[in-house]
């Protein structure tokens, strides 16, 4: 088997595009504004922007840099950095990259299905007059159904295969050219039609007033692991991306340009869905319900309108989904592909369909499988479903570990000139601010999230 080629994003543009498209995601517009809501409004937002800034960009970039550098999937891209003793350990950390974003895939298409699926209900009417408690009573009919789970998150993960398929300019650039506009437009029409009929003075202070007693440990690890999962950092997708990109593009505003758009959106989403929430006088609407269950409440009680609405919302969340969905199969099948093992389309096929074995097992963990516990014997997981225990290893564990070896990985183990070189900036002082993060804030300040992610030190 020839090994297929490594080929290059059209422009710096489509690379944003498909970049921005696998950072903005579930992750932007269900759960960001959920966990806002349930930790304090502005507290929440204002050390997420910080911790974007701090910690989010040097790292984009240091991961940018490593795919670009080595012009190679992640675990291939590490290995190639050098052959002795040290390097070899530093395989591992690719492994590492390879295997994470496939964990995440088997619970993230999962959720993906369920937005395809309120897309679809919402279009056909099944939410129209709602009786009180009907709409959990839909949300968990759902999740008590592994028949219903398992279908539409097949679907999810078909698509993905069939973009991925197609390889990196008629599959992943198609898509991303005709899903993020389409994202970008129903997100605004979404946030005009909610500052229009909705609360929105309440909401620009929610999300912007920070009450300063709300900052806690707590709220601080949290924000954290919320803008590593938000920018896919730690999983091969940005690093798979970066591989893609050709010598001439500044990795810095490449960085920088993800950050800002993944924050916007996230913002966005909340100003989306605040205002109107706010207006209907559901008060309590946090929690992953928000989505799933108050806001069909909410459109249910605007009308026709709102069944407009409401399949555009459910729309928006299933195009996020799918563009982080191809960026999290993308590295195992540029790795399967690029090694000569098979043909990209082969490779996303056998790939996809790996995990979605995985992830019948993940749809069937609120149900059939709740009760099972795989790592019950030990006192941590106590409690924990498989759909539990795959995303704490892989989103919380995996994941932040990778981010944090990364660093040191740049900052301490490959050679500096190698690295000037590739940021393109010189010795000036933003390369060399950049540099002392990645070398000592980013290490330590992720050490404490990953300790708090296994030990919950933060309480
Ligand atoms: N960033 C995506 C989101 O916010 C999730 C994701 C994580 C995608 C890791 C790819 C890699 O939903």
Redesign the pocket.
């Known amino acids: 088997m020839q090994a297929a080629k490594h080929e290059h994003w059209t422009s710096s543009f489509t690379f944003l595009l498909a970049a921005v498209g696998?950072?903005?995601?579930?992750?932007?517009i269900w759960?960001f504004p959920y966990i806002v809501a349930e930790n304090g409004g502005g507290a929440f937002v204002l050390i997420y922007l910080v911790i974007v800034v701090i910690f989010g960009i040097p790292l984009l970039m240091s991961e940018l840099m490593i795919g670009r550098s080595a012009q190679k999937p992640p675990l291939s891209a590490i290995q190639s950095f050098g052959t002795t003793r040290a390097h070899k350990l530093w395989q591992a950390l690719g492994w590492s990259y390879l295997l994470v974003?496939l964990g995440?895939l088997t619970f993230?298409s999962v959720v993906a299905g369920w937005t395809l699926d309120y897309a679809v209900n919402t279009a056909i009417g099944s939410f129209n007059n709602l009786q009180d408690g009907e709409s959990a009573k839909i949300f968990h009919t759902l999740l008590a159904s592994p028949g219903e789970q398992i279908f539409w998150m097949t679907v999810s993960i078909g698509i993905t295969v069939a973009i991925v398929a197609r390889g990196l300019k008629s599959g992943l650039e198609k898509s991303v050219e005709i899903l993020m506009p389409a994202l970008f437009v129903i997100l605004i029409v979404l946030v005009l039609y909610a500052s229009f009929t909705g609360d929105f003075m309440r909401s620009l202070r929610f999300m912007f007033e920070p009450d300063f007693s709300k900052i806690t440990p707590k709220l601080v690890l949290l924000a954290a692991g919320q803008a590593f999962?938000?920018?896919?950092?730690g999983?091969g997708?940005i690093m798979v991306y970066g591989s893609y990109l050709t010598k001439d593009i500044s990795i810095p505003k490449m960085a920088v340009g993800v950050a800002i758009a993944?924050t916007f959106v996230a913002l966005l989403a909340g100003f989306a869905i605040f205002p109107i929430v706010f207006s209907f006088g559901v008060e309590n609407a946090s929690g992953p319900g928000l989505v799933f269950v108050t806001l069909p409440i909410v459109f249910n009680d605007m009308g026709w309108i709102g069944q407009i609405f409401g399949v555009l919302f459910f729309l928006l969340l299933a195009f996020?989904?799918i563009t982080?969905t191809i960026?999290?199969l993308e590295p195992m099948v540029a790795e399967l592909s690029e090694r000569g093992k098979f043909k990209r389309a082969r490779a996303a096929l056998y790939t996809g369909a790996a995990f979605w074995v995985v992830g019948i097992f993940v749809a069937m963990s609120s149900n059939i499988l709740k009760d099972v516990h795989p790592l019950g014997f030990i006192g941590r997981f106590h409690g924990m479903n498989i759909e539990q225990v795959i995303e704490f290893f892989s989103a919380n564990v995996f994941?932040v570990l990778n981010g944090m070896l990364v660093a040191i990985f740049i900052g301490w183990s490959i050679k500096r000139s190698l690295t000037l070189e590739e940021m393109g900036m010189g010795g000036s002082v933003v390369f060399k601010i950049w540099f002392l993060l990645v070398r000592f804030l980013v290490p330590i300040g992720v050490l404490f999230i990953f300790l708090d992610g296994i030990f919950n030190i933060s309480g």
């Open positions: 696998s950072a903005v995601g579930l992750g932007n759960r974003p995440i993230y999962f938000s920018l896919s950092l999983s997708a993944d996020a989904a982080s960026s999290l994941m």
